[in-house]
Protein backbone atom coordinates (compact mmCIF):
# COMPACT_ATOMS: atom_id res chain seq x y z
CA UNK A 1 0.00 0.00 0.00
CA UNK A 2 1.06 3.26 -0.53
CA UNK A 3 3.29 5.27 2.00
CA UNK A 4 2.44 8.78 3.49
CA UNK A 5 5.24 9.81 5.85
CA UNK A 6 4.14 12.61 8.37
CA UNK A 7 5.85 14.51 11.22
CA UNK A 8 3.33 16.85 13.60
CA UNK A 9 4.53 20.28 14.06
CA UNK A 10 2.21 23.13 15.60
CA UNK A 11 2.05 26.88 16.03
CA UNK A 12 4.51 27.07 18.51
CA UNK A 13 7.51 25.17 16.20
CA UNK A 14 10.56 26.87 15.72
CA UNK A 15 11.76 27.49 11.91
CA UNK A 16 14.84 25.12 12.37
CA UNK A 17 11.88 22.56 13.68
CA UNK A 18 10.50 22.59 10.27
CA UNK A 19 13.45 22.15 8.64
CA UNK A 20 14.55 19.18 10.42
CA UNK A 21 11.32 17.85 10.36
CA UNK A 22 11.39 18.24 6.19
CA UNK A 23 14.52 16.62 5.84
CA UNK A 24 13.69 13.83 7.87
CA UNK A 25 11.11 13.33 5.53
CA UNK A 26 12.75 13.70 2.53
CA UNK A 27 15.90 11.65 3.61
CA UNK A 28 12.89 8.73 4.84
CA UNK A 29 11.38 8.35 1.32
CA UNK A 30 14.54 8.22 0.05
CA UNK A 31 16.12 5.16 1.96
CA UNK A 32 12.86 3.44 2.63
CA UNK A 33 10.50 4.12 -0.47
CA UNK A 34 14.58 3.77 -2.30
CA UNK A 35 13.89 6.99 -4.73
CA UNK A 36 17.32 7.80 -6.28
CA UNK A 37 17.99 11.44 -6.90
CA UNK A 38 19.23 13.36 -9.77
CA UNK A 39 21.55 15.58 -10.30
CA UNK A 40 19.60 18.81 -10.75
CA UNK A 41 16.64 18.50 -8.79
CA UNK A 42 14.03 21.63 -9.12
CA UNK A 43 12.40 22.50 -5.90
CA UNK A 44 8.26 23.40 -7.36
CA UNK A 45 7.11 26.18 -4.94
CA UNK A 46 4.10 28.68 -4.93
CA UNK A 47 6.06 32.55 -4.50
CA UNK A 48 2.65 33.76 -3.25
CA UNK A 49 0.90 36.41 -4.62
CA UNK A 50 1.87 40.30 -3.54
CA UNK A 51 0.54 41.03 -0.21
CA UNK A 52 -0.37 37.23 1.01
CA UNK A 53 0.97 36.83 4.44
CA UNK A 54 0.02 32.61 4.75
CA UNK A 55 2.24 31.72 1.94
CA UNK A 56 4.98 28.57 2.57
CA UNK A 57 8.05 31.00 3.13
CA UNK A 58 11.17 30.10 1.87
CA UNK A 59 12.91 29.83 4.91
CA UNK A 60 11.22 26.75 5.66
CA UNK A 61 12.86 25.20 2.57
CA UNK A 62 16.39 26.11 3.91
CA UNK A 63 16.87 22.59 5.35
CA UNK A 64 16.34 20.95 2.00
CA UNK A 65 18.31 23.03 0.50
CA UNK A 66 21.36 22.08 2.36
CA UNK A 67 20.68 18.77 2.65
CA UNK A 68 20.74 18.93 -1.22
CA UNK A 69 23.77 20.78 -1.55
CA UNK A 70 25.70 18.37 1.24
CA UNK A 71 25.03 15.66 -1.26
CA UNK A 72 26.32 17.80 -4.53
CA UNK A 73 23.01 17.91 -6.31
CA UNK A 74 22.28 21.29 -8.01
CA UNK A 75 18.54 23.12 -6.97
CA UNK A 76 16.58 25.82 -8.21
CA UNK A 77 12.85 26.73 -7.01
CA UNK A 78 10.83 26.43 -10.03
CA UNK A 79 7.40 28.27 -10.59
CA UNK A 80 4.65 29.29 -13.67
CA UNK A 81 3.14 32.73 -14.74
CA UNK A 82 -0.66 33.23 -13.47
CA UNK A 83 -3.67 33.32 -15.76
CA UNK A 84 -4.89 36.53 -14.22
CA UNK A 85 -3.54 39.93 -14.17
CA UNK A 86 -1.51 40.10 -10.74
CA UNK A 87 2.26 40.71 -9.58
CA UNK A 88 3.12 37.10 -11.17
CA UNK A 89 2.07 36.89 -14.95
CA UNK A 90 5.17 37.60 -16.22
CA UNK A 91 8.79 37.00 -15.73
CA UNK A 92 9.62 39.88 -15.03
CA UNK A 93 6.96 40.61 -11.76
CA UNK A 94 7.27 37.34 -10.95
CA UNK A 95 10.91 37.42 -10.40
CA UNK A 96 10.47 41.27 -8.22
CA UNK A 97 8.09 39.42 -6.09
CA UNK A 98 10.06 36.24 -4.99
CA UNK A 99 12.76 38.43 -4.35
CA UNK A 100 10.58 40.85 -2.16
CA UNK A 101 9.11 37.31 -0.36
CA UNK A 102 13.06 35.79 0.30
CA UNK A 103 13.60 33.50 -2.32
CA UNK A 104 16.71 34.03 -3.20
CA UNK A 105 18.85 31.02 -1.67
CA UNK A 106 18.92 29.55 -5.18
CA UNK A 107 17.94 30.66 -8.58
CA UNK A 108 14.55 31.45 -9.48
CA UNK A 109 13.74 29.68 -12.51
CA UNK A 110 9.75 31.06 -13.88
CA UNK A 111 9.02 27.63 -16.20
CA UNK A 112 6.60 28.94 -19.27
CA UNK A 113 8.70 31.41 -20.46
CA UNK A 114 8.06 35.39 -20.25
CA UNK A 115 4.53 35.54 -21.04
CA UNK A 116 3.65 31.43 -21.16
CA UNK A 117 4.98 31.02 -24.62
CA UNK A 118 7.42 28.06 -23.40
CA UNK A 119 5.70 24.84 -22.97
CA UNK A 120 5.28 21.26 -24.39
CA UNK A 121 2.21 19.35 -25.28
CA UNK A 122 2.62 16.02 -23.11
CA UNK A 123 0.31 13.37 -24.23
CA UNK A 124 -1.74 11.68 -22.16
CA UNK A 125 -5.24 10.57 -24.21
CA UNK A 126 -7.43 10.90 -20.98
CA UNK A 127 -11.65 12.18 -21.28
CA UNK A 128 -10.51 15.63 -21.21
CA UNK A 129 -7.43 16.27 -22.97
CA UNK A 130 -5.56 14.25 -25.53
CA UNK A 131 -2.38 16.49 -24.90
CA UNK A 132 -1.91 19.18 -21.99
CA UNK A 133 0.78 22.24 -22.36
CA UNK A 134 3.38 21.51 -19.79
CA UNK A 135 5.52 24.66 -18.72
CA UNK A 136 8.90 23.97 -21.02
CA UNK A 137 11.38 23.87 -17.99
CA UNK A 138 9.33 20.81 -16.26
CA UNK A 139 8.39 19.26 -19.23
CA UNK A 140 11.92 18.65 -19.58
CA UNK A 141 12.62 17.25 -16.23
CA UNK A 142 12.69 13.74 -14.89
CA UNK A 143 12.31 14.34 -11.29
CA UNK A 144 10.97 17.37 -8.93
CA UNK A 145 10.67 17.59 -5.51
CA UNK A 146 7.15 19.28 -4.84
CA UNK A 147 6.63 21.39 -2.00
CA UNK A 148 3.19 22.36 -1.66
CA UNK A 149 0.97 24.32 0.81
CA UNK A 150 -1.99 22.28 2.00
CA UNK A 151 -4.89 24.74 1.90
CA UNK A 152 -8.58 25.73 0.55
CA UNK A 153 -8.98 27.09 -2.74
CA UNK A 154 -11.82 29.29 -4.07
CA UNK A 155 -12.38 27.33 -7.20
CA UNK A 156 -10.62 23.52 -6.17
CA UNK A 157 -12.26 23.10 -3.26
CA UNK A 158 -8.56 22.65 -2.01
CA UNK A 159 -5.32 22.65 -3.02
CA UNK A 160 -2.18 20.18 -2.37
CA UNK A 161 0.06 18.39 -4.26
CA UNK A 162 -2.59 18.11 -7.26
CA UNK A 163 -3.58 21.62 -7.43
CA UNK A 164 0.39 22.03 -7.34
CA UNK A 165 1.05 19.57 -10.28
CA UNK A 166 -2.04 20.58 -12.30
CA UNK A 167 -2.28 24.61 -12.20
CA UNK A 168 1.41 25.14 -10.72
CA UNK A 169 2.83 23.10 -13.98
CA UNK A 170 0.86 24.39 -16.49
CA UNK A 171 1.61 26.75 -18.99
CA UNK A 172 -0.86 29.58 -18.98
CA UNK A 173 -2.23 28.29 -22.04
CA UNK A 174 -2.73 24.59 -20.16
CA UNK A 175 -4.29 27.21 -17.27
CA UNK A 176 -7.04 28.27 -19.46
CA UNK A 177 -7.64 24.85 -20.98
CA UNK A 178 -8.48 23.67 -17.64
CA UNK A 179 -10.93 26.77 -16.85
CA UNK A 180 -12.63 25.11 -19.80
CA UNK A 181 -11.76 27.73 -22.14
CA UNK A 182 -8.48 27.49 -24.36
CA UNK A 183 -9.51 30.87 -26.09
CA UNK A 184 -9.67 34.39 -24.59
CA UNK A 185 -12.10 36.84 -25.06
CA UNK A 186 -11.26 40.54 -26.05
CA UNK A 187 -13.67 43.14 -24.40
CA UNK A 188 -14.76 45.92 -27.06
CA UNK A 189 -15.26 47.90 -24.39
CA UNK A 190 -11.93 47.90 -22.59
CA UNK A 191 -10.02 47.38 -26.19
CA UNK A 192 -7.63 50.41 -27.28
CA UNK A 193 -6.81 49.22 -30.72
CA UNK A 194 -3.10 50.01 -29.56
CA UNK A 195 -1.95 46.68 -31.40
CA UNK A 196 0.31 44.77 -28.57
CA UNK A 197 -1.51 41.63 -28.47
CA UNK A 198 -1.57 41.14 -32.02
CA UNK A 199 2.52 41.66 -32.35
CA UNK A 200 2.94 39.27 -29.67
CA UNK A 201 0.74 36.40 -30.45
CA UNK A 202 2.46 33.51 -32.14
CA UNK A 203 0.20 32.42 -34.21
CA UNK A 204 -0.59 35.35 -35.83
CA UNK A 205 -4.01 35.29 -34.72
CA UNK A 206 -5.29 38.38 -33.84
CA UNK A 207 -6.09 41.25 -36.11
CA UNK A 208 -6.81 44.25 -35.10
CA UNK A 209 -9.25 46.38 -37.10
CA UNK A 210 -11.06 49.03 -35.22
CA UNK A 211 -11.09 46.47 -32.71
CA UNK A 212 -8.95 43.60 -31.53
CA UNK A 213 -10.40 39.91 -32.57
CA UNK A 214 -9.44 36.46 -32.12
CA UNK A 215 -9.47 34.15 -35.18
CA UNK A 216 -10.33 30.89 -33.47
CA UNK A 217 -8.74 28.99 -36.05
CA UNK A 218 -5.36 30.02 -35.87
CA UNK A 219 -5.16 30.64 -31.77
CA UNK A 220 -3.52 27.50 -29.91
CA UNK A 221 -5.24 29.14 -26.58
CA UNK A 222 -1.29 29.78 -25.67
CA UNK A 223 -2.75 32.78 -23.38
CA UNK A 224 0.08 35.27 -23.71
CA UNK A 225 -2.06 37.97 -25.18
CA UNK A 226 -3.59 37.84 -21.62
CA UNK A 227 -0.81 38.75 -19.87
CA UNK A 228 0.02 41.22 -22.36
CA UNK A 229 -3.11 43.43 -23.24
CA UNK A 230 -2.08 47.48 -21.10
CA UNK A 231 -5.46 47.69 -20.75
CA UNK A 232 -6.60 44.34 -19.27
CA UNK A 233 -9.24 43.98 -21.95
CA UNK A 234 -8.46 39.95 -22.77
CA UNK A 235 -9.33 37.62 -20.25
CA UNK A 236 -11.17 33.89 -19.92
CA UNK A 237 -14.37 33.21 -18.26
CA UNK A 238 -14.11 31.20 -14.97
CA UNK A 239 -17.40 30.12 -14.98
CA UNK A 240 -16.57 26.81 -16.38
CA UNK A 241 -14.40 26.69 -13.32
CA UNK A 242 -17.25 25.92 -11.01
CA UNK A 243 -18.52 22.81 -12.61
CA UNK A 244 -17.15 19.11 -11.90
CA UNK A 245 -15.50 18.37 -15.00
CA UNK A 246 -13.17 21.43 -13.62
CA UNK A 247 -11.85 18.87 -11.38
CA UNK A 248 -10.90 16.15 -13.55
CA UNK A 249 -9.31 18.30 -15.92
CA UNK A 250 -7.25 19.50 -12.77
CA UNK A 251 -6.52 15.39 -11.97
CA UNK A 252 -5.88 15.15 -16.66
CA UNK A 253 -3.33 17.99 -15.88
CA UNK A 254 -1.44 16.81 -13.13
CA UNK A 255 -1.05 13.30 -14.51
CA UNK A 256 0.46 15.26 -17.81
CA UNK A 257 2.70 17.15 -15.15
CA UNK A 258 4.05 14.08 -13.33
CA UNK A 259 3.99 11.17 -16.34
CA UNK A 260 7.50 10.03 -16.53
CA UNK A 261 8.56 11.90 -13.30
CA UNK A 262 10.00 9.93 -10.25
CA UNK A 263 8.86 13.33 -8.04
CA UNK A 264 8.91 13.31 -4.45
CA UNK A 265 5.95 15.30 -2.86
CA UNK A 266 6.13 17.41 0.53
CA UNK A 267 3.04 19.25 1.64
CA UNK A 268 3.23 21.72 4.30
CA UNK A 269 -0.06 21.74 6.59
CA UNK A 270 -0.03 24.86 8.15
CA UNK A 271 -1.07 28.27 7.62
CA UNK A 272 -4.67 26.05 6.71
CA UNK A 273 -6.90 28.80 5.25
CA UNK A 274 -9.63 28.69 3.30
CA UNK A 275 -8.37 30.53 0.05
CA UNK A 276 -4.76 29.70 -1.84
CA UNK A 277 -1.62 31.96 -2.12
CA UNK A 278 -2.70 33.64 -4.56
CA UNK A 279 -4.74 36.02 -2.72
CA UNK A 280 -2.75 39.51 -2.52
CA UNK A 281 -3.96 40.07 1.13
CA UNK A 282 -3.75 38.38 4.50
CA UNK A 283 -5.78 35.62 5.47
CA UNK A 284 -6.64 34.24 9.04
CA UNK A 285 -6.18 30.51 9.13
CA UNK A 286 -9.68 28.47 9.81
CA UNK A 287 -7.86 25.22 11.21
CA UNK A 288 -4.83 24.23 13.48
CA UNK A 289 -1.64 23.34 12.03
CA UNK A 290 -1.12 19.85 11.25
CA UNK A 291 2.70 19.39 10.42
CA UNK A 292 4.07 18.04 6.82
CA UNK A 293 3.39 15.41 4.86
CA UNK A 294 5.74 12.93 2.45
CA UNK A 295 4.77 10.77 -0.08
CA UNK A 296 6.00 9.48 -4.32
CA UNK A 297 1.91 9.77 -4.48
CA UNK A 298 0.39 13.23 -5.50
CA UNK A 299 -3.40 11.36 -4.26
CA UNK A 300 -2.46 9.72 -1.55
CA UNK A 301 -0.42 13.01 0.02
CA UNK A 302 -3.81 14.72 -0.31
CA UNK A 303 -5.87 12.21 0.75
CA UNK A 304 -3.98 12.22 4.04
CA UNK A 305 -3.93 15.80 4.24
CA UNK A 306 -7.52 15.85 4.17
CA UNK A 307 -7.84 12.91 6.36
CA UNK A 308 -6.02 14.07 9.29
CA UNK A 309 -7.19 17.77 8.76
CA UNK A 310 -11.24 16.67 9.37
CA UNK A 311 -9.59 13.96 12.21
CA UNK A 312 -8.29 17.02 14.00
CA UNK A 313 -10.90 19.58 13.74
CA UNK A 314 -13.63 16.89 13.85
CA UNK A 315 -15.64 18.30 10.93
CA UNK A 316 -15.12 18.29 6.94
CA UNK A 317 -13.29 21.40 6.41
CA UNK A 318 -12.91 21.60 2.58
CA UNK A 319 -16.20 20.11 1.33
CA UNK A 320 -15.79 20.62 -2.24
CA UNK A 321 -13.20 19.05 -4.29
CA UNK A 322 -13.29 15.55 -3.78
CA UNK A 323 -14.03 14.57 -6.76
CA UNK A 324 -10.76 15.50 -8.01
CA UNK A 325 -9.16 12.48 -5.93
CA UNK A 326 -11.25 9.74 -6.98
CA UNK A 327 -10.99 10.85 -10.58
CA UNK A 328 -7.22 10.90 -10.20
CA UNK A 329 -6.96 7.63 -9.26
CA UNK A 330 -8.90 6.28 -11.30
CA UNK A 331 -7.27 7.57 -14.25
CA UNK A 332 -3.79 6.01 -12.81
CA UNK A 333 -2.63 9.32 -10.90
CA UNK A 334 -2.35 7.62 -7.36
CA UNK A 335 -4.24 5.41 -5.21
CA UNK A 336 -6.50 6.95 -2.31
CA UNK A 337 -5.21 4.29 -0.06
CA UNK A 338 -2.26 4.40 2.33
CA UNK A 339 -0.69 3.81 5.19
CA UNK A 340 0.10 6.54 7.95
CA UNK A 341 3.44 6.77 8.91
CA UNK A 342 4.41 8.38 11.86
CA UNK A 343 7.85 9.51 12.35
S1 LIG B 1 -3.42 44.65 -26.48
FE1 LIG B 1 -5.45 44.94 -25.56
S2 LIG B 1 -6.02 47.06 -26.05
FE2 LIG B 1 -4.30 46.52 -27.39
S3 LIG B 1 -5.29 45.76 -29.27
FE3 LIG B 1 -4.93 43.98 -27.99
S4 LIG B 1 -6.84 43.74 -26.83
FE4 LIG B 1 -6.87 45.79 -27.68
S1 LIG C 1 -4.74 34.78 -29.66
FE1 LIG C 1 -4.48 32.66 -29.06
S2 LIG C 1 -2.50 32.04 -29.91
FE2 LIG C 1 -2.55 34.30 -29.94
S3 LIG C 1 -1.55 34.94 -28.05
FE3 LIG C 1 -3.79 34.82 -27.63
S4 LIG C 1 -4.12 32.74 -26.85
FE4 LIG C 1 -2.07 32.75 -27.84
Redesign the pocket.
Known amino acids: MTKVYFKAINSYSKTNEINAAAVHLLQTIEVKESVELNRFIPLKVHLGEKGNKTFIEPKNFEGIIDYLTERNIDTAFIETNVLYKGQRNTIKNHLRVAKEHGFTKIPVVIADGEVGEDYELVEIKKKHFDRCKIAGAIAKEKQIIVLSHFKGHALAGFGGAIKQLAMGCASK ?1 GK ?1 DQHANS ?2 KISRLKCKSCNT ?1 AA ?7 IVDTKAK ?2 KN ?9 AICPYGA ?1 SNSWLASLTKSFNERLAEYAYAASKGKNNIYISFAFNITKNCDCEGHPMEPVAKDIGIFASTDPVAIDQACLDILDKNEGRIVFKRGRSTLEYAASIGLGSREYELIEL
Open positions: GLIPCKCPESAIIDKCVGCASCMI
